[in-house]
């Protein structure tokens, strides 16, 4: 047997005695939104953030609109005291704010940590201690009735505390930590030892926060362990669920939406997903989930570059391109089905309509991104990126034959550099290898019509010397051609045909496309000009000097290339 041994291991065991209800349930409004990035995030980092960094991390909290603020643990860092007292001491608590500050179940740290909060207006006190199994057994070596004392008598110390300080207005907060691993009746009976020494009432709540400490079932059962706190624990109108999800299984965000579902009201978790081990519930992605199932998620994440840039500089950690939502990459597709669908999607979508682009859940305008990133250009895309990118930089409208022809230059160049090509790398291999102004040049035409027939004379330049066609058709391209197959005794026809003006990017004003039948081959060529029939005739010009090339060269395999 490989050393990789799964039989060491044993599934998580099933949440019963309750009525579950909550996959019945949809998500209609965001939860109260705690930050941790001051406790967790700071405790997770190799370097902890210094004070300087703490103050730069509070002020982004603040204006992202978090407004329950976790600020550290003052009774057992120095650092996380001093940060506190200069919240404090300087005023610069927002009104509509409320700091938290976490102690564990110590005599002497409840007593430090209401020292740290002295001139505070209102604060909310974190009490907590570990409930599992495993650590009553292999830690503490302790019974229920032992741990639950532990949890009973910081309680009272708490309320000691609280009860010395009238003029605050205190929140009580407790964690019965481990709660992922804790018998869902004991943390039931835990929360309710203590519930019935602080004494809530509907219009002041004790918040019970149950952390997934460590991730170890899916998102699921931590909801059954959810929904069966709600229901069996008493006095539920006195009582805000809060959860606490990590990220060891990657199911942290998962976790906290179905939480949601099965009753919990409160979610504690860190911008971008900082935190211990896998890191603790990314705010930003659950807040976008949110959003992007049309639900306010009362933050402000309009600026996500410097929420990124303001976490970086304060961590250390740099931000993955594929994070969800936020990444540089997200809002980019490579891929040529993707590309094709969302430059066709983003045609069709009207402004006063729900959004209904393929591939992009948002539009990336509404985070201060835009179309420039959308779509990109390498080996692995198709037509329809490369389209897209002269559309929207050079206002090129490519007919699909000549997406069809540009294609495998784009692919073979993409290869070539092992890397991305830019729109203008794009335009320049449609011209070069499909628009040609020798050796044949148009040097002048004039244009008449007699009724439905129109008479063109054609002033051409080849190896320094001019001369001058005649003919007539239906419109300035047949005249053309029927003058270039008399003089040269050709049998060229347009077969396919597109024109349009230009609005961006180029010096001319308008471009054309053209499919020239010489025999049983096609030759795509292009061309810009001042006006449309300019670029006509000019593209015409340059399809015969492409064929002639061919011809002299005798290059057959050109002959595929240009060929659509």
């Known amino acids: 047997m490989s050393r990789f041994d799964h039989r060491k291991y044993r599934p998580a065991p099933r949440v019963t005695g309750f009525d579950r209800t909550w996959p019945e349930r949809d998500l209609t409004q965001a939860p109260i939104w705690v930050s941790e990035d001051l406790r967790d995030g700071n405790q997770a980092l190799l370097e902890p953030m210094s004070v300087d960094q703490k103050k730069r991390l509070w002020q982004l909290l603040v204006d992202v609109g978090i407004k329950e603020i976790m600020v550290g643990f003052p009774s057992a860092s120095q650092p996380d005291y001093d940060f506190v007292r200069w919240l404090i001491d300087g005023n610069r608590i ?3 704010v409320t700091i938290a500050a976490l102690t564990q179940s110590r005599d002497h740290l409840i007593d430090r940590t209401f020292e740290s909060l002295e001139g505070v207006d ?3 006190i974190h009490l907590y201690n570990s409930t599992s199994t495993v650590q009553r057994e292999r830690v503490f070596e302790m019974d229920e009735d032992g741990i639950i004392d532990i949890a009973v008598e910081g309680a009272r110390r708490v309320k000691a505390n609280a009860e010395a300080r009238p003029g605050v207005h205190w929140r009580l907060e407790y964690s019965p930590e481990s709660f992922s691993t804790t018998e869902p009746e004991f943390a039931v009976r835990i929360c309710e030892a203590v519930m019935d020494v602080w004494q809530p009432t509907p219009d002041d709540r004790i918040i019970f926060n149950l952390p997934n400490t460590v991730e170890m079932a899916g998102p699921h059962h931590h909801a059954d362990q959810i929904e069966y706190f709600c229901q069996n624990v008493k006095n539920r109108e006195s009582v805000i669920v809060s959860v606490h999800t990590h990220n060891d299984r990657g199911g942290a965000v998962a976790a906290a939406e179905l939480a949601m579902l099965a009753g919990a009201e409160r979610v504690e978790g ?7 081990r896998t890191g603790n519930m990314d705010i930003v992605i659950l807040a976008m989930n949110l959003y992007g ?3 306010d998620p009362e933050l402000d994440l309009s600026n996500p570059d410097e929420i990124i840039r303001v976490v970086h500089e304060c961590t250390g950690i740099p931000l993955h391109p594929r994070h969800p939502w936020v990444g540089e990459l997200v809002y980019t597709a490579f891929s040529g089905s993707h590309q094709d669908a969302i430059r066709k999607s983003l045609r069709k979508q009207g402004e006063d309509e729900p959004w209904q682009v393929a591939y992009l859940p948002i539009d990336p305008r509404d985070i201060g991104r835009d179309y420039q990133a959308v779509i990109r250009v390498n080996s692995q895309s198709g037509k329809g990126g490369m389209a897209f990118l002269l559309e929207r930089d050079y206002g090129i409208n490519l007919p699909r034959w000549m997406m069809l022809a540009l294609a495998p230059h784009v692919q073979a160049e993409s290869e070539k550099i092992a890397g991305e090509l830019a729109s ?3 335009r320049d291999l449609l011209f070069s290898h499909f628009s040609r102004r020798a050796p044949i040049a148009l040097v002048d035409y004039g244009l ?11 002033t051409l330049e080849q190896d320094g010397e001019q001369f001058t066609l005649e003919g007539r058709g239906n419109g300035p391209l047949s005249a053309f051609v029927n003058a270039w197959n008399a003089h040269a005794n050709d049998d060229i026809a347009v077969a396919d045909y597109a024109e349009h003006a ?5 010096d001319a004003d308008a471009i054309a496309f053209v ?18 029939v300019s670029a006509s005739l000019q593209a015409i010009i340059s399809a015969i000097n492409l064929t002639r090339e061919r011809d002299e060269t005798g290059q057959r395999g050109g002959l595929t290339a240009l060929a659509s």
């Open 94 to 96: 927002p009104a509509d």
């Open 502 to 506: 230009l609005s961006t990017g180029s």
């Open 270 to 276: 860190t911008l971008l997903g900082n935190g211990e």
């Open 448 to 458: 008449s019509r007699a009724g439905d027939t129109q008479s063109m004379v054609v």
């Open 122 to 124: 209102k604060a909310i």
């Open 515 to 532: 499919q020239l039948k010489c025999g049983t081959v096609r030759v795509p060529a292009v061309a810009e000009d001042s006006d449309t």
């Open 293 to 295: 199932q049309g639900i």
């Open 424 to 426: 203008s790398q794009i």
